[in-house]
DNA sequence: CGCATGATTGAAGTACGTCAACTCTTGTGG
DNA sequence: CCACAAGAGTTGACGTACTTCAATCATGCG
C-alpha cells in the first residue's frame, strides 16, 4: 500500500487517464490506456486537415480549437476545447480539421490503436465512446442552427452561455467565466465579423448583462436575459 | 433450392438489408438484423425532437428530412436523406431533431437493440457504424463551413453538386439530378431564404451553368463552373 | 376547372460587413 | 523602468448583400 500510492501517482502523471469522459469507473476497471504527455506552445498545429489521424487527444489544460480553412482564407471554427475535453475519434482517416492551441497547453495523446483494443475488450467502453460522440454531434447540430438561423445577439449569447454552463459544471459559482480565445476567433466559430463580436458584447455590457474586467474575463450579470436572448433573442 | 429462393426474396423484402451502409459483405456474415418496414405518406413526422431514440433507419424510398426548430418557427435542416440512406445511431437517446418525410416514403426500422446486439458480436460490424458515423460527422463539418462562411452562390452550388455526386454514385451518367425538397425546405438546409435561393438559382439558369426541366428536375450543364462557384466563389 | 400551394421576380429596407481610425495591451530591448 | 512597436480590441461611418414585403406566375390536386 505505501508502495502502492507512488505508483498510482506515477501512472496519473505519465499516461493520462481519460477520466471526464471515456474512462470506465473503479480503479479495477482502468483501460490499460497509455497516453503521450506533450507540451505545447500557444500558436502551435498538432494536427493538419487532411493528416492522417493516429491520436487521440485529452486537454489536460489550454485551450485548443479545430479549424477548417478555405482556399481563400476563410475560417470556421468548429469548436473549443479546454481541461477534461477529448478531441478525435477511434477510426484512422482523413483529419476533418486542423488543431491549433490557442494558449500553452498540455495533451496526452492516446493511439488510436489502443483506442481500437479497449473497444474491443469491453462493451461498457464502446457504450462510453459512443456516448461522447453523441455528444459532440448534439453540439454540431446546435452549431449549425446558430450558424444557419440565428441572430449575431443570439449566437453570442449562447456563445457566453456555453462557457457559463462550463464554468457551473465544474462547480464555480462566481458567474465567472474566461474566454482565452481572440475575438477573431470567437467570430470564426460564430460566422460572424470581429467587428460584430464587439459591437454585440459591447451593448451587453451596456444593458449590464455582462461586465468585463478585460476583454478575456467576463462576468455574467443578468443570466436570465442571457438565457432569453440565446434562446430566441426577444430583446431589441 | 426451389424453397431458398422465395425465402431470400421473403427476406430482403420484409427485412431490410443495410446494404449499403452497415450491411457486412458475403451472404454467410449477414447479421440478423430484423427491420420493420413502414410505408410513410408525405409530409409525415415519423420522429420528434426529445423523443427517444428506439430506431436506426433505412431509407428505402423517397426523400426525409432531420430537422431542428426553433420556439419562434425559424428551422434548420439538418440533412436529406434518400434511399439507401441510413439515418440514427445505435443508442437510446433523446433525438436531436425531428425527422419529417418530404416525398411520400418506404423504409426500414431497426430496433437500436438489435443493432447493439450485432455490434457486441461483430467488431467488423461496430467499424462498420464509427465508419458511418464518420462520415455523418464529415458532412455536419461541411455543413457548418457552409453555413457559417460561404456565401450563398456557393452554398446553392455546393448544395447542388452534392445531388450531382449522389446521381454519379448512383451510376447516372446524364448531369440529372432531381430536387424532391421544396425551395423553403433549401433555404432551411442552406441558412438563406427561399427568395435567396430562386435568384441564385435563376442566375445560375442565365448563366447557362444548370438548366431546369421544373423547379424540381435541373441538369447540370456546366460541372466546372459548378465546381468553381463552390469552391471559393470566384465568379461574380 | 378552380383554388391552394409553391416558385419566381421586383422594389425597398436594413442588419451586418467593410473600411478606417483610434485605443488598449503586451512584450521587448535600450 | 520606461519607450516603443506590434498586435488585439473597440468604435464610427458607410456600403451593400441579403432579407423582407409584395405582386405575379406556375403547378398540381380535388
Redesign the interface.
Given at each position: 500500500m505505501n508502495i502502492a500510492v507512488p505508483v498510482i501517482k506515477e501512472f496519473d502523471q505519465s499516461v493520462g487517464i481519460l477520466t471526464s469522459v471515456l474512462q470506465e469507473k473503479g480503479p479495477r476497471q482502468i483501460s490499460p490506456l497509455n497516453g503521450i504527455k506533450r507540451k505545447l506552445s500557444k500558436n502551435t498545429t498538432l494536427l493538419y486537415e487532411e493528416d492522417s489521424i493516429k491520436h487521440v487527444y485529452e486537454v489536460i489544460s489550454g485551450t485548443i480549437k479545430a479549424v477548417?480553412i478555405?482556399?481563400?482564407g476563410?475560417?470556421?471554427v468548429?469548436g473549443f476545447f479546454s481541461a477534461g475535453d477529448i478531441i478525435g475519434?477511434?477510426?484512422e482517416?482523413k483529419a476533418?480539421?486542423s488543431l491549433e492551441t490557442v494558449t500553452n497547453a498540455n495533451i496526452v495523446c492516446y493511439p488510436v490503436s489502443q483506442l481500437n483494443v479497449a473497444?474491443?475488450r469491453s462493451?461498457e467502453f464502446?457504450?462510453r465512446v459512443?456516448?461522447f460522440?453523441?455528444g459532440?454531434?448534439?453540439k454540431?447540430?446546435n452549431?449549425?442552427?446558430s450558424?444557419?438561423?440565428?441572430r449575431p445577439k443570439e449566437r453570442v449569447a449562447a456563445f457566453l452561455l456555453q462557457y457559463y454552463q462550463k464554468s457551473v459544471d465544474a462547480g464555480h459559482r462566481d458567474n465567472f467565466i474566461e474566454l482565452a480565445m481572440s475575438r477573431i476567433d470567437i467570430s470564426?466559430y460564430?460566422?460572424l465579423t470581429q467587428e460584430t463580436v464587439c459591437r454585440v458584447l459591447g451593448r451587453f455590457k451596456r444593458n449590464n448583462i455582462i461586465e468585463a474586467r478585460n476583454s478575456h474575463e467576463i462576468f455574467v450579470l443578468d443570466l436570465p436575459a442571457l438565457q432569453q436572448i440565446a434562446?430566441?433573442g426577444l430583446l431589441h
Open positions: 477548417k478555405l482556399a481563400d476563410r475560417r470556421q468548429i475519434m477511434p477510426l482517416l476533418f480539421y473497444m474491443g462493451p464502446t457504450k459512443f456516448q460522440i453523441y459532440e454531434i448534439e454540431h447540430m452549431h449549425m442552427v450558424l444557419g438561423r440565428k470564426d460564430l460566422g434562446q430566441s
